[in-house]
């Protein structure tokens, strides 16, 4: 049976892969930025009407539903949903092989419709059917679960099973392989092997290569006994591209990605210059992320939006106008946000949160380089800056991967900090909110008057809440990486914390306490006296985040890059 779209139907198409696909809170197939970014991406395509499909993994377990104990230790656990609610089984059928069996692979079908009546095909793949055995039945319930001898399996399953699969849903005319990230880089010898002829120069003409990350855990690497044993080593990839993508006895999937991609890019300009010093020799580009402004618009500023820029769910760049809406119509959204979020505050934790206090907000994965607690490095100074220039109430949330100990450790420090703050009394209130998915995220990236980001350069490729944040009048404190390289003016789109990074190099300079001392002295000198003394000032800034931040940071600008410099012929 032909799944193909109808509307995808005797055109050129371009295939999106990615092992995790964030479209809704009520599917879990995410777990963080890239699945987020992925899904604001395929809705970009949808709106914009591009011949686009979406190939990924069903995650039936999804990533995992977090709860805190009363020490204050993240625990982990399935997150049931039902794939019959949300998407549609098809009875295509294709075999890939792990550790030499064979292991059959179906596909579920979600449509993401665009804002002008466009459709746009995701494609989930699926091991749990009749005839595997009962371990191959697991190998799609997990997103990132298990060891490295799962995630190879997922790997194959996404990038060899996923265009297999799209062969035998009647895809026969491919443009473009976008590969989101390592995870689908064996799609390219599938391509070099069954499509192509062994011809590289072929592959490369269909494939597009992406990488996320400058941190080196977050490039995919196998060991290569583990590497022959799951997919055949070099019974399976041809030597003359085998021997392009071992190191040091790992196979690296970066690599495999990079060498058959015609196209490869960072996603900031920044990241892009750190990936060409980790991949020397390989030409990078940089497209900045954005984000899909029709999923993290607040209700509330959707509503100011269609007042006074009536284009704007079609026309982002219509949020350079922001600087004409009226401040008190603006303040007037924000706090309809912002008692949202108080009240979701109060009824999860009882904390007495205020909607008229200054809010800090922090959300993202727990992780050592995103450093959660920079803002707790001196909690008695915090506490002094409360006391001083005014109330301070904070909001973190966020996940630790399940394997990253420290990770999970951070979280329980924060835990631990604002049990202690709020004991205490006074001016300093601080909560930890369990269980961050899409849903609580939009909450709080309207509602929080700040939007905290402290990456430890230069490891954050891009980021994108400060950018959902910014499109609801968040702006943004940060360390200068990523996007907020190219986001940043001092005072009119937020704060920066430190300085720009040297040209060339990985220098780390400023030390921790160096930028947590200007955390704090922003705080108390300009952020906080300006939030309580002067409202028209901070409304200014809030219009700049959005003319400025919001008009350009978005997946609509950002897919038509993609079109004009990278799915060409």
């Known amino acids: 049976m032909n799944g193909a779209d109808g509307q995808q139907q005797g055109k050129k198409v371009i295939a999106y892969f990615s092992m995790e696909v964030g479209i809704s809170h009520t599917m879990p197939t995410y777990s963080g930025g890239l699945g987020i970014l992925a899904g604001d991406t395929l809705k970009s395509f949808a709106d914009i009407g591009l011949p686009v499909i979406g190939v990924t993994l069903l995650n039936e377990k999804g990533y995992f539903f977090q709860t805190i104990d009363e020490n204050g230790w993240q625990r982990e656990q399935p997150f049931n949903w039902n794939p ?50 009962d371990h191959d039945r697991t190998l799609t319930k997990h997103l990132y679960g298990g060891d490295r001898r799962y995630r190879l399996s997922q790997e194959i399953i996404l990038g060899i099973g996923g265009t297999r699969m799209l062969q035998s849903l009647g895809y026969h005319d491919i443009k473009k392989y976008h590969m989101n990230e390592g995870h689908a880089a064996l799609l390219a010898v599938e391509l070099y092997k069954n499509v192509c002829d062994r011809d590289a120069e072929a592959v490369r003409k269909k494939c597009v290569f992406t990488t996320h990350t400058p941190v080196a855990a977050g490039h995919d690497r196998f060991d290569e006994p583990l590497f022959d044993q799951v997919i055949g080593g070099k019974d399976y990839i041809p030597g003359e591209v085998y021997e392009r993508i071992v190191e040091d006895g790992k196979v690296n999937m970066t690599l495999l990605g990079l060498h058959l991609s015609g196209h490869v890019n960072g996603v900031a300009k920044r990241h892009g210059e750190v990936s060409k010093h980790m991949f020397p020799g390989h030409h990078i580009d940089a497209i900045t992320n954005g984000i ?18 009536p284009d704007w769910r079609t026309d982002p760049y219509s949020f350079r106008n922001a600087l004409s809406i009226k401040s008190e119509e603006l303040q007037a959204a924000k706090e309809a946000a912002k008692r949202k979020l108080i009240n979701e505050v109060n009824r999860r934790t009882n904390a007495g949160f205020d909607h008229r206090r200054f809010t800090i907000g922090y959300a993202r994965r727990f992780t050592t380089y ?12 915090l506490k002094r800056v409360a006391e001083n220039v005014g109330d301070v109430q904070v909001i973190f949330a966020g996940k630790a991967h399940t394997q990253d100990q420290r990770g999970k450790e951070l979280i329980q420090e924060v835990w631990q900090a604002a049990r202690e703050v709020n004991a205490q009394g006074g001016k300093l209130k601080m909560v930890f909110l369990e269980h961050y998915d899409m849903e609580l995220a939009k909450t709080m990236i309207a509602g929080c008057d700040v939007w905290l980001n402290n990456p430890q350069r230069p490891y954050e490729a891009s980021g994108t809440s400060g950018m959902k944040a910014a499109l609801n009048a968040t702006p943004q404190l940060s360390t200068l990486d990523g996007w907020w390289l190219e986001g940043h003016i001092e005072g009119v789109t937020g704060w920066k914390i430190g300085p720009a990074p040297k040209e060339q190099g990985y220098e780390q300079d400023p030390t921790p306490d160096d930028e947590a001392d200007e955390l704090y002295r922003k705080l108390e000198e300009t952020i906080i006296p300006l939030y309580y003394g002067d409202k028209h000032e901070w409304a200014r800034v809030m219009k700049h ?18 079109l004009a410099t990278t799915y060409q012929d």
Not at 114 to 129: A, C, E, H, M, R
Not at 546 to 556: D, E, G, P, R, W
Request: charged share 20%; net charge positive.
């Open 84 to 133: 019959h609610e949300r998407l549609v089984p098809l009875p295509n059928i294709i075999t890939v092989h792990i550790e030499g069996r064979p292991v059959q692979v179906r596909a579920w079908k979600h449509l993401i419709h665009g804002v002008k009546g466009n459709s746009l095909p995701v494609y989930f793949l699926d091991t749990n059917i009749d005839g595997n055995t």
């Open 292 to 309: 899909h402004h029709l999923t993290w618009a607040a209700p509330a500023f959707q509503e100011l939006y269609d007042k006074h820029l």
């Open 370 to 381: 995103k450093r959660p607690g920079l803002l707790l490095f001196d909690l008695e100074r």
């Open 545 to 562: 985040c959005i003319a400025i931040n919001a008009s350009f940071f978005n997946t609509y600008r950002m897919v038509q890059q993609y």
